[in-house]
């Protein structure tokens, strides 16, 4: 499986956007880029995935660079409740479809 | 629509038992897979079961163990319990065939102490 690479750790201020960046230049042609984030004390919840265009909805953005090695997650204003560890996973649908691998993620701080 | 739960919240054992842990999965789901998060660590892939048959599975020992059943609830099994067997047990239901924008809903996980 094609592995990813993210920044520790980012900070950023409140109301502020925040972009974090996920580099993952083995990737596939039929790997989907997921985007997933873990507040404190819960489970992993879905925040946005892509395959070659850039994506919105209500959470975030997905900015996918023209070759896929690499993508940014883009909150337009971050607020507090944003705090949470940053996942990005690459999801081969070819076979296997359920199976994620997480990486160690990005943790964001959010600053009031 | 009732989300993923899991049971029981935080469970404490010794070096040497086995554990059982419990999922219910999300209405509709037909998918379950489980994960291990070590402290500080991204969660990592244990096993999936589609149908009730075990159907992909991580780098982990035989001592884990699962089942899934008709209503898709699940179980994770670990035998002789070991202290790096000490994390939070996540899991996660889905819907197989639901296409490229199908995705995984985790529920809040099982924290596991060994002793």
């Known amino acids: 499986d094609a592995k990813t690479t993210q920044p520790n750790s980012m900070e950023s201020n409140e109301e502020e956007p925040v972009h974090l960046p996920c580099n993952h230049s083995?990737?596939?042609?039929?790997?989907?880029i997921h985007w997933y984030r873990q507040l404190p004390s819960q489970g992993p919840e879905y925040v946005i995935h892509?395959?070659?265009s850039n994506v919105n909805n209500r959470m975030a953005s997905l900015a996918i660079a023209e070759d896929r090695k690499s993508s940014t997650l883009i909150l337009h204003r971050a607020t507090l409740r944003d705090a949470a560890v940053y996942y990005c996973?690459?999801?081969?649908?070819?076979?296997?479809?359920?199976?994620?691998?997480f990486g160690s993620g990005t943790k964001l701080n959010v600053k009031p | 629509e009732t989300g993923v739960t899991q049971s029981p919240t935080h469970l404490i054992k010794t070096r040497g038992q086995q554990v059982t842990l419990r999922c219910s999965s999300q209405?509709?789901?037909?998918?379950v897979s489980w994960y291990q998060q070590a402290l500080g660590q991204g969660p990592q892939f244990i096993f999936q079961?589609?149908?009730?048959?075990?159907?992909g599975r991580g780098n982990f020992p035989p001592r884990f163990s699962g089942l899934q059943f008709p209503n898709y609830s699940s179980e994770l099994n670990v035998n002789a319990l070991e202290l790096d067997d000490s994390a939070l047990y996540l899991c996660?239901?889905?819907?197989?065939?639901?296409?490229?924008?199908?995705?995984?809903?985790f529920g809040p996980g099982t924290r596991l102490l060994v002793l």
């Open positions: 079961y589609y149908r009730e048959e075990e159907n």
């Open positions: 209405s509709g789901h037909n998918t």
């Open positions: 083995t990737i596939s042609g039929t790997d989907y």
């Open positions: 892509g395959l070659t």
């Open positions: 996973i690459l999801r081969d649908v070819a076979y296997n479809f359920n199976k994620f691998y």
């Open positions: 996660a239901s889905s819907l197989v065939g639901g296409g490229p924008g199908e995705t995984q809903y």
